[in-house]
């Protein structure tokens, strides 16, 4: 078992920045993928990013951001800490939202069904 705890949530004005962390208890898997995914009230929850990390193959990593993320949210992660982080830059009003981690053994995906542990979600507010 895998647990999951983010942090780092809070308001936040448009335009600003905002960067939360996800620790997770323990790594069980040599290749594993890391997810953030969102839910605005009312609204499905909807793929941010991910990191694939693997100690195969001399090691590597591997970042995927949805398109409205790619060049204002980077995912990067601490080893040592077990922990990914998300920095999210330009922040607008309508990306208020519970913000989850997930993790997943293997490769990536978006979808939030193919991700097996999660964590509680932390709120992040974007004032307009």
């Known amino acids: 078992q895998v647990q999951l705890v983010e942090s780092g949530g809070g308001l936040v004005q448009a335009g600003g920045s905002l960067r939360l962390s996800c620790a997770a208890s323990?790594?069980?898997?040599?290749?594993?993928?890391m997810g953030w995914f969102r839910q605005a009230p009312g609204k499905e929850r909807e793929y941010v990013a991910r990191?694939?990390?693997?100690?195969?193959?001399?090691?590597?990593?591997?970042?995927n951001y949805v398109d409205y993320g790619k060049g204002r949210f980077t995912i990067s992660e601490d080893n040592a800490k077990n922990t990914v982080y998300l920095k999210m830059n330009s922040m607008k009003a309508e990306e208020t939202a519970v913000y989850f981690c997930?993790?997943?053994?293997?490769?990536?995906?978006?979808?939030?069904?193919?991700?097996?542990?999660w964590g509680q979600g932390t709120q992040v507010t974007v004032s307009s």
């Open positions: 990191i694939t990390l693997s100690t195969l193959s001399g090691g590597y990593s591997y970042t």
């Open positions: 323990r790594r069980t898997f040599s290749t594993y993928t």
């Open positions: 997930a993790a997943r053994g293997g490769g990536g995906s978006s979808i939030a069904s193919d991700y097996t542990y």
